[in-house]
């Protein structure tokens, strides 16, 4: 149980284009979402959480009208980077929060390779 | 949110016993201790979780000690397959945090044959 997925798995794709990443938690409902972005060998840095029916947090330095997140169900969010450019290249994870969770756990999807050229 | 310390990188081999110390000095009272898997182009996957004393699964051992300002991921006989990224974080139990997780800079493993 407890899995997430990520659509597309890779997508490459012109400058000044905008590319909508999906996350969907398969088998459990969850309130709360996390989008990362990894650079090349570097950690995971939060960009924002999404909660089902309201807007966005977004982290410090992080352009909300560049990184549009819409959590529209209990099962999917999605990212949508606007008018991409090539530093916006990078690998994009989601994590999901299960709606029950009792203790702190989170899911993590297997990331989304964005190339932007 | 608690800031955590890990060695930037391990090596061992095959068979031995690993364990990898985060430290996390200003832990809060309900915050949780959980331990990450990376593997190169992949999500994160979860590995351990605690809050005090020790913790096991079929994975790894858990040891925090009474003061909690430090945690241990214990990996026992570990083999090529656990080269990995191993993050450290600590976060807030639920109950109105919004559980934000906050990455450090974890420790990479590299077992060698």
């Known amino acids: 149980g407890a899995v997430v997925s990520q659509h597309p798995s890779r997508v490459i794709c012109k400058s000044g284009t905008s590319v909508k990443i999906e996350c969907r938690s398969l088998?459990?409902?969850?309130?709360?979402m996390f989008w990362y972005r990894q650079f090349p060998k570097k950690s995971l840095m939060l960009m924002a959480t999404s909660n089902e029916g309201s807007k966005a947090t977004y982290e410090q330095g992080v352009e909300k009208d560049k990184f549009l997140i819409n959590h529209a169900s209990l099962t999917l969010s999605t990212l949508t980077v606007t008018s991409a450019h090539p530093e916006d290249s990078s690998f994009y994870i989601c994590?999901?929060?299960?709606?029950?969770?009792?203790?702190?756990?989170?899911?993590f999807g297997p990331g989304t390779r964005l190339t932007v050229t | 949110l608690a800031k955590t310390t890990q060695p930037i990188s391990m090596d061992s081999y095959e068979g031995q016993e690993v364990n990898i110390t985060c430290s996390h000095n200003?832990?809060?009272?309900?915050?949780?201790i959980t331990w990450y898997q990376q593997f190169p182009s992949q999500g994160p996957r979860f590995i351990i979780q605690?809050?005090?004393t020790k913790v096991t699964n079929e994975v790894a051992s858990l040891f925090i000690p009474a003061d909690r300002k430090s945690s241990t991921l214990s990996l026992p006989r570990v083999s090529l397959s656990d080269t990995a990224v191993y993050y450290c974080?600590?976060?807030?139990?639920?109950?109105?945090?919004?559980?934000?997780?906050?990455f450090g800079k974890g420790t990479k493993l590299s077992v060698k044959p």
């Open positions: 974080l600590v976060g807030d139990k639920d109950g109105g945090s919004q559980g934000n997780l906050i």
């Open positions: 200003n832990i809060a009272t309900n915050d949780y």
């Open positions: 605690g809050y005090k």
């Open positions: 994590s999901a929060r299960p709606h029950s969770a009792g203790s702190y756990e989170q899911y």
């Open positions: 088998d459990f409902q969850a309130t709360t």
